[in-house]
């Protein structure tokens, strides 16, 4: 069985990365429930039912081989008309970034957009989005932990360019990191 954070690759094929990535989904849009990368097995985990009134605006997971500074994959979320099961590999493209401090650390979510959904595909860059479709987004990062007693400070929207820095970044962490026996899950 591959795993999903450490065998597949983070390129699509004929495309440059960090512009285009693929990504693996673990939450579908519109589900209140939270899953995460068990990192050991690979499989998913429930992590919780989301306390609040309030439900993922987007398909939710990870870009393979990355490391963000709190430790896991690096977040993305990507656009799409319809809900994309967990555990599946998608073709997306960086349209923009919104960091959150979470717990006291920098939390990055890169936005994207699926590269074979015939809508949001055309979108090139966050500022293309209606303006409500990031209210909505950053609604919901204030107020899901809320009713857990936790609390989030969710900046605004931010260009592609930083996206794709810190996609970068998070690729040479998570390189960096295995070379030198770090990463959690795999076997040394």
């Known amino acids: ?10 390129a699509c094929e004929g495309r440059e990365l960090p512009q285009e990535f693929q990504a693996v989904i673990e939450i579908p849009k519109g589900s209140r429930n939270k899953y995460e990368l068990d990192k050991g097995s690979g499989l998913l985990r429930i992590d919780r039912v989301l306390s609040s009134a ?11 081989q990355t490391l963000a500074e709190d430790d896991d994959p690096l977040d993305v979320l990507v656009y799409c008309t319809e809900e994309i099961p967990p555990l599946t590999i998608c073709r997306a493209r960086a349209v923009g970034v919104m960091t959150m401090i979470d717990q006291g650390q920098p939390d990055h979510k890169v936005i994207a957009v699926l590269q074979d959904d015939p809508i949001y595909s055309e979108f090139q860059t966050a500022t293309h989005f209606p303006k409500h479709i990031f209210k909505m987004l950053r609604q919901f ?10 609390q989030v400070a969710v900046d605004e929207m931010q260009p592609v360019e930083l996206a794709y820095q810190v996609i970068e970044d998070s690729l040479t962490r998570y390189w960096k ?3 030198k026996g770090e990463i959690k899950g795999l076997v040394v």
């Open 1 to 10: 069985m591959i795993h999903p954070w450490h065998d597949v690759t983070p």
């Open 141 to 150: 990062f204030e107020e899901y932990k809320n009713l857990e007693g936790k």
């Open 177 to 179: 990191s295995r070379q």
């Open 54 to 64: 309030v439900h993922y605006p987007a398909n939710y997971g990870f870009i393979p």
